[in-house]
C-alpha cells in the first residue's frame, strides 16, 4: 500500500461511506483508491495480494476463450451466437474500463480526496451531504441489484434447459468445450466459467461503483457551492461594523471562488480519466442493444428466455444510464450556480463596491461556461443523448434485420 499520510481531512459521513467502499473495492481488485489503507487484517491483506495475480490472471484466460469461441464454435443456436457476439466483445471492453482506472489511480486518488475530504473541510452542508449519501446509497445498490439479475437470469436458464430438455449447462460461449460436448468434463469446466463469469462481474460492478461514487459527489459538490454562495448574504444580517460586514464577505467570497476552481479542476480530471469509458460506454450500448433485439427475435418463447432478453437489456440501459444520468447531473448542478452567486449579497457592499462588483462578474463568468462531459470528444453526456442512443439502436436494429 502506497503512504497516505499527506492527505489530512476532518472525518465525515462522506468519509466515512468512502472508506467502506475502499473495502469493497479493494476486495473486487482495485488496490489504494482511497487516501488510507483499507482496515483489514494484516494477514488476510497479504494472502489476498498474492492471490490476486492469479484472479487476474483467471479472467484474461477467460476473456481470451471468449474471444476464441467465434473461431471454435461451430454448432450454435441462434440464441448462442447473440450471446456470443454480445460478451465476447463487451467482456473485453468492460475489463478496459479496469486498466483504464487502474491506470489513472493516484489521478483518481486525488479527485476523490478532494470531493470527498478537503472541498467539505472548508464547507459542508449536512443537507446536502445527507441527500448526497441517500442517493449515492440507492444507485449503486440499484446498479448491482440489477445488473446481478442478469447473471441470476443467466444461470436459470441454462439450468433450467438442463433439467427439462438435457441440454448441457451453458452461460457463456468459451472456445471449449463445444456446446454438443456432454462430458463430465465438459460439464464441470461449463461451471466453472460462470462461477468465473460472476468473478468477473465483481470487478466490472467496482469499476461502476466508483465512476458513480464521483460523479454523484461531483454532482453534489456544485450544489454545495450553491448553499455556501446562498448563505453569504447572511454576513450582512450579523451586528458587525459595515466594513468589517464588507471585509468578511470579500474574504468568504474568495474562498467560494477558490472553491469553485478546485471543483473545475475535479471536473476536467473526471473528463480526462474516464475520457475513453464515456467513449465505449456509448459505442458498447448501441451495439449491445442491437443483439440483444437480435436475440429477441431468434430465441425460443419462453419466460426464462425472456427474463434473460429483458435483465440483459434493462443492464445495458441502466449501466449506461447511472453513468449518463449522473454525468448529466453535473451539468444540471453547475447551471444552478450562477444564479447562487448572484444572490449571494454583493450589492449590500457599499465601500468596496467596485472589487466586489469585479470579483462577482468574474465568478459569474466562470460559471456561466457549459460544465459538459462528453464521448468520442463532441457527443455530450445528458439525458437527452441517452434517449437517443434507444433510438439510434432501434434505427440500426431495423437497417440491419
Not at 57 to 68: D, H, I, R, T
Not at 120 to 148: I, P, Q, W
Not at 245 to 273: M, P
Not at 347 to 361: D, G, K, M, P, T
Request: overall charge neutral; some cysteine.
Amino acid at each position: 500500500m502506497e503512504p497516505t499520510n499527506k492527505y489530512q481531512y476532518k472525518p465525515s459521513d462522506t468519509t466515512k461511506l468512502f472508506q467502506k467502499l475502499s473495502i469493497i473495492l479493494y476486495l473486487c481488485g482495485f488496490v489504494d483508491f482511497w487516501i488510507e489503507d483499507v482496515k483489514l487484517p494484516a494477514k488476510f491483506v497479504r494472502l489476498y495480494n498474492s492471490f490476486r495475480i492469479f484472479i487476474e490472471l483467471l479472467m484474461f484466460s477467460f476473456m481470451v476463450l471468449e474471444v476464441g469461441a467465434f473461431f471454435t464454435q461451430n454448432n450454435l443456436t441462434e440464441k448462442q451466437s447473440a450471446d456470443r457476439l454480445v460478451y465476447g466483445i463487451s467482456h473485453p471492453i468492460l475489463y478496459i474500463y479496469c486498466l483504464n482506472l487502474l491506470y489513472y489511480k493516484k489521478e483518481i486518488r486525488e479527485v476523490l480526496y478532494r470531493l470527498a475530504a478537503s472541498l467539505k473541510d472548508v464547507y459542508n452542508d449536512e443537507e446536502v451531504e445527507k441527500h448526497m449519501l441517500r442517493k449515492l446509497k440507492f444507485y449503486l445498490m440499484a446498479y448491482v441489484t440489477s445488473c446481478g439479475s442478469c447473471m441470476v437470469f443467466y444461470g436459470a436458464s441454462a439450468w433450467i434447459q438442463y433439467i427439462r430438455l438435457g441440454s448441457p449447462f451453458t452461460t457463456v460461449i468459451t472456445a471449449w468445450p463445444d456446446t454438443l460436448d456432454e462430458s463430465h468434463q465438459a460439464h464441470i469446466f461449463r461451471v466453472l466459467f460462470y462461477l468465473i463469469w460472476w468473478i468477473y462481474f465483481t470487478r466490472v460492478s467496482a469499476s461502476y461503483i466508483l465512476i458513480l461514487s464521483m460523479f454523484i459527489s461531483l454532482s453534489f459538490q456544485y450544489t454545495n457551492l450553491q448553499s455556501y454562495f446562498s448563505g453569504l448574504k447572511r454576513i450582512f444580517d450579523s451586528p458587525l461594523e459595515q466594513r468589517d460586514k464588507e471585509a468578511q464577505f470579500l474574504s468568504a467570497f474568495e474562498t467560494g471562488v477558490r472553491l469553485h476552481l478546485d471543483t473545475i479542476w475535479c471536473k476536467q480530471e473526471c473528463q480526462r480519466i474516464y475520457n475513453i469509458i464515456f467513449s465505449a460506454q456509448l459505442l458498447q450500448t448501441v451495439a449491445e442493444l442491437v443483439s440483444v433485439m437480435s436475440m429477441m427475435i431468434n430465441s425460443e418463447r419462453t419466460v426464462v428466455n425472456l427474463g434473460a432478453v429483458m435483465s440483459t437489456t434493462c443492464g445495458a440501459l441502466i449501466s449506461t444510464g447511472f453513468l449518463m444520468w449522473n454525468a448529466g447531473d453535473v451539468t444540471v448542478e453547475a447551471s444552478y450556480l450562477p444564479a447562487a452567486i448572484y444572490c449571494s449579497g454583493w450589492q449590500n457592499v457599499r465601500h468596496a463596491s467596485l472589487q466586489s462588483r469585479h470579483l462577482v462578474i468574474m465568478a459569474i463568468t466562470q460559471a456561466q461556461r457549459p460544465v459538459v462531459f462528453t464521448a468520442l470528444g463532441f457527443v455530450p453526456i445528458s439525458y437527452e443523448t441517452y434517449l437517443k442512443i434507444a433510438k439510434i439502436s432501434y434505427s440500426v436494429f431495423s437497417v440491419v434485420y
